[in-house]
């Protein structure tokens, strides 16, 4: 196997109601199989998910966080705002949004944005993926992936990385149970986060500065499916995701 990773170079500064598809295929060229990784930042703008901290009005809750971090307390709300559940208020907010990604902030973010705008992730990623990758394959006739990225942080250690928000004929998990390792060894639990090792690699390309590389095409991988996905399967169910029941024990013992 041989894997090439490249960005298409000469993308530019997205605003709403902009053509993804038509700007990354008028930049470069795709052939079957590709994965065209995107970050969030220019499909969220291409929607139009922008907003300004002064159109808020924080509730009593959102002040009452807002003196414990230090926070603009209308920013806060934005994030509340976002999110099904904080599990955390401070000295970080670390929320579960609606789409079931569990992140600081909501993934709301005031880089590469003007200044006294805010950038919302978008709506519901996965559907973007999929329009994304609907019109990609429309103006190529090739087989096409989609993965949108954000960057989070990771529990237990230092540092961001690319992780998958939105997916496209591209599965979340690639389950290994009952393969053979080396030894002939069945495995048992054996599940493999491939979009976002994906994301992760993409991310090495991107950075984080100004270098203007949101997208990144992904040749050689053979992992594309014609089967309905959602990035949402990567996502422990609340009942089984002990992390998330121990930070929710607690903020109870802590009211």
Same mark, same amino acid.
């Given at each position: 196997?041989k ?9 530019? @500064?997205? #605003?709403?109601? $902009?053509?993804? /598809?038509?700007? &990354?295929?008028?930049?470069?060229k ?14 969220a703008k291409?929607?139009?998910q ?5 159109d808020?009005?924080?509730t009593d809750?959102?002040v009452?966080?807002a ?8 920013f806060v709300?934005a ?21 079931g990604n569990?992140?600081?902030n909501?993934g ?7 200044n006294?705008?805010?950038?919302d @992730?978008? #709506?519901?990623? $996965?559907?973007? /993926?999929e329009? &994304?990758?609907l ?6 006739s ?5 993965v949108?990225?954000d960057?989070?942080g990771?529990?237990?250690k230092?540092?961001q ?11 979340a998990?690639?389950?290994?149970r009952?393969k ?9 639990i ?9 994301a992760?690699t993409?991310n ?9 590389t949101?997208?990144v ?5 053979d ?11 990567m996502?422990?169910p609340d009942?089984?995701?002990i992390?998330?029941?121990?930070l ?8």
């Open positions: 196997m894997l090439e990773a490249f960005i298409v170079d000469n993308i530019p @500064l997205i #605003k709403e109601g $902009d053509n993804l /598809a038509e700007i &990354i295929c008028n930049n470069t795709l052939e079957d199989g590709d994965i065209v990784v995107i970050a969030s930042t220019i499909v291409s929607e139009g922008i907003f300004r901290l002064k808020i009005t924080p809750k959102a009452e966080i003196n414990k971090n230090r926070f603009s307390p209308a709300q994030v509340l705002e976002r999110s099904r559940d904080c599990l955390v208020d401070s000295p970080i907010m670390l929320v579960e949004t609606y789409n569990v992140c600081i909501a709301l973010d005031d880089s590469n944005i003007e006294g705008f805010i950038l @992730l978008p #709506k519901n990623p $996965d559907v973007s /993926a329009y &994304i990758g019109h990609l394959q429309n103006l190529t090739k087989k096409i992936g989609v949108i990225t960057t989070n990771r529990a237990f230092t540092g990385t690319g992780v998958a928000v939105g997916l496209y004929h591209i599965p998990i690639k389950n290994w009952g053979n390792d080396l030894y002939g060894h069945a495995l048992d054996t599940e493999e986060a491939i979009a976002d090792e994906i992760g993409a090495l390309l991107m950075g984080e500065g100004d270098g203007g949101p997208v095409i992904i040749r050689g991988l992992v594309l499916t014609g089967k309905k996905v959602s990035v949402k399967n996502y422990r009942d089984k995701d992390i998330k029941k121990g929710r024990s607690l903020n109870q013992s802590n009211l």
